[in-house]
């Protein structure tokens, strides 16, 4: 009874709260936090910004705190009505972002550092995280994806390089990461920072000359019981566009469009011949079996077939006292668009720190990942030609080696291989940091992380080496270690003078073995992969490689009155794969910055933010570890007696250069940020320049030294760029909000000087045509030969030349075409690029969608365009291809490409503006109202639909534009998703 009394006391002590929540302009907030200081109770506010909080009693204080506000803390005293104004937090544009070894407020940067916005695409039907990048951050471009499982291509602000590494660095966590960026599960990744200067790149010295990309996952939230969340989606797929390959009365026509000369009536050739007889032009008995038999295979169709991806990935986070967590597993499951173009992931994260003592925590951010590609998609190379007129398997069913009768293998055969392609990763940073009693400011973190690898892939096929049979085993393993002692020291003098030190010193070693063990000629493959030494023929290779790296770094940031800062950097590199003269090398930087808006003069109420910044620094390129070094190749050197074994030798293959050295970035970079009117637009721009010289090149010499060539350091490159990004809120009422965020960004690279060779003695340097590089251009730039016009029905044929083929133009006009009339046509890059994304906000629902565009300008942005592998003469007669090659006929004569029958002696090529705007990802998402979650007991409840890759607008023929595939025999489409999905959290 006693026991009843008093609990019955608790609750009536208990003060019911309600109220509202608004801005400065009376504009209701919803998804505030509202919590009780010192418990783990709280809520949020509805749509409506109200909120409604039992609190034990009068003496409660309660927290009001939101994104982008200050928070507040209001005692309930006899109040049972509380309405709270949140003010805007200036400060908010102090946003931290990851920096390298650190943080750092953003107001505070002197470099050009970016935080990805990946919220806005959380909902969209992606597998790796970079596809959630893909145009939203200036300067940083990424490549599309066309199969299951594929990891796009990364660039930062162009191509510093020829022969070095052009791999952007990323860091998980601290650590710099080896791995497949496809282990990553998106769902577990808090941020995205992008480094792209050579001042915030210095820090990471030698490996981040082509930019770097820091990724935070997530971890536990502050002083929270555990909340759990679920997320799940499936996504169907088809392709944005599509090509379709001939069918039967197609392949025909072009049979005849081939033989114009006797399949149409002279003199013009567009009126129909009634008598000419296609079979007379096919000379493979397959195919002329199947013209008469009525076959019409649809080969691509049965190649191909709509994909999905289905995703599923739970997590809890919370902490206590000392504890914080985030636990995670994830699944996908993903079938491309070609047959046998599958695969899944399982991934698994554990997040965990403790708090030991009040100045001394460990924790470990680790991560498992095993993904199957297994699995053996046809030979679309194969398949694309074959003839329609053919089909892939006989009577019974089995497959025919070579349907069209000659050596041309079935395309399918490969895709009954028995095949397992397991890659599995283990990631982990552990770590212990230490707040030095004492002496307040002063930290000392100790990291080591480490990265294992393994990879197994097995194969075994009846039909390989000619039906004899065919098998494999290749398995594979790396593993990275990483040790970083990292002190950092924060003090701030007279609040005027602030200083933040950091020195790292580390150590990095990666390991590399692989084995492969094939075997051909099997009597029987009933085992398999499993038994290889069943096989008549049997080879085994392996190898192995070490590197090393040591690095030492200091930075120091510098704030004065919190308007004048400075960033000084200075790295220290060694790498084992560098020549013995030149093991290491500094790296050193400098920023500054200027907060105008702190000074008087610019005390201004509509600006929030004005801050110029500048930077100059240096970084490194790596080279190919054993480049320095004479490599040796074996050779069969000698028999003894007949049937004897034999003797294998060895012979040096490339030169040593003992004075191999690094490849160097140095630049500038110029920027502004800006905040603007009670920060509804804010933003940056910036301009930067770049140089690379002592550039790795493979230098050619006189084969009379006994080699070809040797590695050396030589000539020098050119970058120069600008980026434009602006954020505004559009509309910021009561319940409709309209934030639009746009970027700009162009670059120019120019190969400034290479050998250094003058050999025609004109005082010009001269340009490496061989290689494709020319002094003054960009490395993508683009020599060959342009075209006149197709020679027509009539015309004046050049020698060498034919009716239907691209009349070469004599550039200097000496009256014969040879390899002087190339000019340069073109460049490979771009002019400019830009993204928009749209959020809509009413009420509980929210719209997304982002325009994602890359443009050439004049003759930029090209690529070859021509339809490649089809084939002249007989092959163009078996071989099938697209329907929508537009080729020369005598009824065609405007056509793009030239005729079918025959090419000339030189070759016209093609190259098409791949500039497109895509309409790339849409989102319309529902929230729950919390009021009705939290009476079911959910956190929260989300719905959504996306869209993947909707529209694109393009004058690109062919596949994708941002592939560069266009009538390529092995092309393959990008994607369009449409998805469903939820997000619970309880």
Same mark, same amino acid.
Request: contains cysteine.
């Given at each position: ?54 609190v ?15 928070? @507040? ?14 003010k ?8 931290? #972002? ?27 039907? /992606? ?5 959630s ?46 791995g ?38 997530k ?29 039967r ?36 008995p ?49 079938? %491309? ?25 460990? %924790?470990? @951010? ?11 998609s ?11 007129? $053919? ?18 293998? /079935? ?16 990631? %982990? ?6 707040? #030095? ?112 790296y ?31 003269n /030149? ?11 200027? $907060? ?8 201004v ?11 100059y ?21 000698? $028999? ?10 060895q ?14 970035t ?8 800006y ?19 002592n ?43 309209w ?8 670059n ?9 060779l ?35 029905l ?11 083929t ?42 997304r ?21 089809? %084939? ?10 697209w ?73 690109? @023929?062919?596949?994708?534009p941002?592939?560069? @595939? ?10 369009r ?10």
């Open positions: 009874m006693c026991l009843l009394l008093f609990f019955s006391g608790i609750a009536l002590a208990q003060v019911s709260v309600t109220g509202k929540v608004t801005g400065e302009q009376n504009e209701a907030i919803p998804g505030v936090t509202v919590s009780i200081k010192g418990t783990m109770r709280g809520t949020t506010t509805d749509a409506d910004g109200r909120y409604k909080l039992d034990p009693d009068a003496a409660s204080v309660l927290i009001f705190s939101f994104v982008g506000y200050l928070a @507040q803390e209001v005692t309930v005293g006899n109040l049972t009505t509380l309405n709270i104004t949140l805007v937090d200036n400060k908010s544009l102090d946003e931290v #972002v990851v920096v390298g070894y650190g943080t750092q407020k953003k107001s505070d940067l002197t470099g050009s550092v970016v935080r990805a916005n990946i919220e806005a695409f959380r909902e969209s039907p /992606n597998v790796n995280i970079a596809q990048l893909q145009g939203t951050v200036p300067g940083l471009n990424i490549g599309q994806v066309t199969t299951a499982g594929q990891s796009p291509t990364i660039s930062i602000r162009g191509r510093t390089t020829i022969n070095g590494n052009q791999n952007v660095l990323l860091v998980v966590d601290g650590i710099i990461y080896t497949n960026l496809n282990d990553l599960n998106p769902a577990d990744i808090e941020s995205v920072d992008v480094l792209k200067d050579p001042s915030s790149m210095a820090i990471y010295g030698a490996q981040a000359a082509n930019g770097v990309i820091l990724i935070t996952t971890g536990g939230r502050k002083t929270s019981k555990p909340v759990f969340n679920y997320s799940g989606s499936y996504t169907t797929q088809n392709p944005t566009n599509s090509l379709t390959l001939l069918d009365d197609g392949y025909i026509a072009k049979i005849a469009d081939q033989e114009w000369r006797t399949a149409f009536l002279a003199p013009n050739y567009t009126q129909p011949n009634p008598n000419y007889n296609p079979q007379n032009a096919i000379v493979d397959p195919i002329r079996e199947g013209l008469a038999k009525g076959t019409n295979y649809d080969w691509w169709g049965n190649t191909t077939s709509p994909g999905f991806i289905n995703t599923h990935n739970l997590s809890v986070t919370g902490s206590g006292q000392e504890w914080s967590y985030f636990l995670s597993t994830g699944y996908t499951d993903q079938k %491309g668009f070609v047959m046998n173009d599958k695969f899944k992931r399982i991934t698994a994260r554990i997040n965990v720190e403790n708090k030991i003592l009040k100045w001394f925590r460990i %924790g470990a @951010q680790t991560f498992g990942s095993f993904s199957d590609y297994s699995g053996v046809p030979n679309l190379g194969g398949i694309t030609i074959m003839s329609p007129l $053919v089909e892939p398997t006989d009577a019974q069913g089995n497959y025919i080696l070579n349907p069209t009768g000659i050596n041309i293998q /079935n395309p399918f055969l490969i895709t009954a291989a028995d095949d397992f392609d397991k890659r599995n990763n283990l990631f %982990g940073n552990f770590y212990a940091a230490i707040d #030095v009693p004492f002496v307040k400011g002063l930290t000392y973190r100790l990291n080591y992380g480490h990265n294992y690898s393994w990879d197994r892939h097995f194969s075994a096929n009846s039909y390989s080496n000619g039906a004899t049979g065919g098998a494999y085993k290749n398995t594979s393993n790396a593993y990275d270690w990483t040790l970083d002692n990292i002190v950092n020291y924060k003090k701030t003098f007279n609040d005027n003078h602030a200083i933040d030190l950091t020195l790292v010193a580390g150590r990095r070693q990666l390991n590399y073995e692989g084995t492969n063990a094939t075997g051909s000629g099997f009597n029987s493959l009933r085992l398999g992969y499993n038994d290889l030494s069943l096989a008549t023929i049997q080879r085994i290779t392996s190898s192995a490689w070490k590197e090393n040591l690095y030492q770094t200091a930075r120091i940031n510098y704030d004065f009155k919190f308007r004048y800062l400075l960033t000084a950097t200075l790295r220290r590199d060694g790498f084992s794969g560098f020549a013995e /030149n093991k290491t090398a500094l790296f050193p930087s400098l920023g500054f910055g200027w $907060v105008l808006s702190q000074e008087n003069f610019m005390k109420n509509w600006v929030n933010l004005l801050k110029i910044r500048g930077s620094g240096t970084n490194g390129n790596l080279v190919n570890r054993y480049s320095s070094l004479a490599r040796l190749n074996t050779y069969p050197a000698y $028999v003894f007696g007949e049937g004897g074994a034999t003797e294998f030798g012979v040096v293959t490339t030169l040593a250069n003992p004075n191999l050295t690094w490849e160097t140095t630049g500038f970079n110029f920027g502004i940020d905040a603007l009117l009670n920060n509804r637009i804010g933003g940056s721009i910036d301009y930067y320049r770049t140089t690379t010289s550039l790795i090149f493979d230098v050619n010499i006189p084969e009379i030294t006994g080699f070809n060539l040797i590695t050396s350091n030589v000539g020098r490159i050119a970058n120069r760029g600008v980026e434009l990004v602006v954020n505004g809120k559009a509309i910021a009422n009561k319940n409709l909000k934030n639009v965020n746009l970027n700009v960004s162009a120019r690279n120019r190969i400034v000087s290479l050998l250094g003058d050999n025609n003695k004109d005082g010009i340097e001269d340009d490496l045509q061989a290689s494709g590089l020319f002094i003054g251009q960009p490395i993508g730039a683009i020599f060959d030969y342009e075209s006149g016009g197709i020679i027509q009539g015309d004046e044929v050049p020698k060498g030349f034919f009716v239907g691209h009349r070469i133009i004599d550039q200097n006009k000496d009256g014969f075409t040879d390899a002087n009339d190339r000019v340069i046509r073109g460049r490979t890059e771009p002019a400019y690029s830009f993204g928009i994304l749209n959020e809509f906000t009413y009420r509980n629902f929210t719209l969608f982002f325009l994602n565009s890359i443009q050439g300008g004049k003759n930029g942005y090209r690529r070859e365009n021509m339809p490649v592998g089809i %084939g002249i003469g007989d092959n163009i007669r078996r071989n099938n291809f329907r929508e090659l537009d080729y020369w006929t005598p009824s065609n004569p405007g056509a793009r490409y030239r005729t079918l029958d025959q090419s000339s002696a030189i070759e016209y090529n093609y190259y098409g503006d791949r500039s497109f705007i895509r309409l790339q990802d849409v989102t319309l998402e529902y929230n729950v109202n919390p009021a009705f979650t939290k009476r079911i007991g959910l956190e929260g409840f989300k719905v959504f639909a996306s869209g993947k890759n909707l529209m694109t607008w393009t004058n690109w @023929q062919g596949w994708d941002e592939t560069g @595939q266009g009538f390529a025999v092995a092309g393959v489409p990008v994607m998703g449409i998805s469903l999905g939820l997000d619970v959290r309880f």
